[in-house]
């Protein structure tokens, strides 16, 4: 089994910065594309940012120039830079993880989701 783990969601200022971190743990051979997802009440889930094994990244054209995903493949871990936040980024964030196990087996893992909030 693989587990996934956000962090960092809060309470900021529209204008404000905010990082988010995703853990990825258990018998894992290779993660391919790591990547990041919101829902806001209401609303279906988007795609926020996505990066591939190689480096290659994608993103919403909502987030472009504003965020900036990062990945550390030694560690099984991403990152989520948030910057120039606006209140219509409020959701909650998840964190998805694809790739094969030791087994090997495919698989592909959410996190519980993080908070976060762009408010005055």
């Known amino acids: 089994q693989v587990q996934v783990v956000e962090s960092g969601g809060g309470l900021v200022q529209p204008g404000g910065p905010l990082r988010l971190s995703c853990a990825a743990s258990?018998?894992?051979?290779?993660?391919?594309?790591m990547g990041w997802y919101r829902q806001a009440p209401g609303r279906q889930r988007e795609l926020v940012a996505t990066?591939?094994?190689?480096?290659?990244?994608n993103y919403a054209d909502s987030v472009k120039g504003r965020f900036t995903i990062s990945r550390d493949n030694a560690k099984n871990t991403c990152h989520l830079q948030m910057n120039n936040l606006k209140p219509g980024d409020t959701a909650d964030y998840y964190c998805?993880?694809?790739?094969?196990?030791?087994?090997?087996?495919?698989?592909?893992?959410w996190g519980q989701g993080t908070q976060v909030t762009v408010s005055s």
């Open positions: 998805n993880a694809n790739g094969v196990t030791t087994t090997p087996r495919p698989f592909d893992s």
């Open positions: 258990g018998s894992i051979r290779s993660i391919y594309d």
């Open positions: 990066i591939a094994y190689s480096g290659i990244t």
